[in-house]
């Protein structure tokens, strides 16, 4: 029986659904089962290469990791896409939800606290729940490490600006922003936590585009990056956890 068949079958019998013709961790993690069921649940899920995380393989500057969660070559519309490093103290990063002008790709800069497996769960109209993993290796303290921002003069009077702009590609645009945010992530003694946690896209008309919820693991002065079908204008609004709203618009 195909997967498509099978799956219907266990779900109308009211049967908790794992892997799906899934083959083994690619990164195997004591700490998979854990979050699994903490963002997977009993929902159908499988290890997917299609879902590339791609980060470098070392960690130069354990504070600002790059990281990109390519999600196009999974069939069928993606619906949301959760990432987390498993073992950073704060591991969860973005969940993210594309609509239908957004192209499931996004890139971001995270903390590493140490070696980690890295997780983008991708799942797509049909309920499944896709698996992209990858390895990291780091010297460590990204997480812990004190603040870069708060030590330059006058930092607050930056706080929330937006760089960024509209980039073409063949078939769809990038946008590329910068936002000024010291991103405290409350492990740092004396600093509680203080952080950008959402951020939606919207039209020319005020249509939502996309939304996140960002977490502590994302970088001071985070970078973000979304591919756009629409060539139109857009505007990214953004939230901390302290009530402070920023919003840019990016022709």
Known sequence: MSRGPLLLALLMLGMPVQAIESGPDPVPSVMWEFYRKQWIKDDPYLFDARVRVIAPPFAEDARQVPLQIDARDVPGKVRRIIAWAELNPLPTIVDFEP????????????????????????????????????????????????????????????????????????????????????????LVGG?????????????????????????????????????????????????????????????
């Not at 979304?226 to 505007?235: A, C, E, K, N, Q």
């Open 99 to 186: 609509g239908p002008q957004v192209l499931p790709w996004l890139a971001i800069r995270i903390r590493i606290e140490q070696a980690t497996a890295l997780r983008a769960a991708v799942q797509t109209d049909d309920g499944v729940w896709h698996v992209g993993s990858a390895l990291i290796d780091a010297a460590g303290g990204g997480c812990t490490a004190p603040s870069v921002v708060r030590s330059q003069p006058d930092w607050e009077q930056r706080l929330g600006q937006v760089l960024g702009g509209r980039y073409p590609r063949d078939g769809f645009s990038r946008v590329r922003v910068h936002v000024a945010h010291p991103m405290d992530n409350g």
């Open 191 to 251: 600093t509680p936590e203080f952080f950008i946690e959402q951020a939606e896209l919207f039209d020319v008309a005020g249509h939502s585009l996309a939304t996140l919820v960002l977490y502590p693991a994302v970088s001071e002065n985070p970078s973000l990056s979304f591919d756009l079908r629409d060539t139109g204008p857009v505007r990214l609004r953004l939230r901390d956890n302290n009530g402070n709203q920023f919003d840019a618009a990016l022709e």
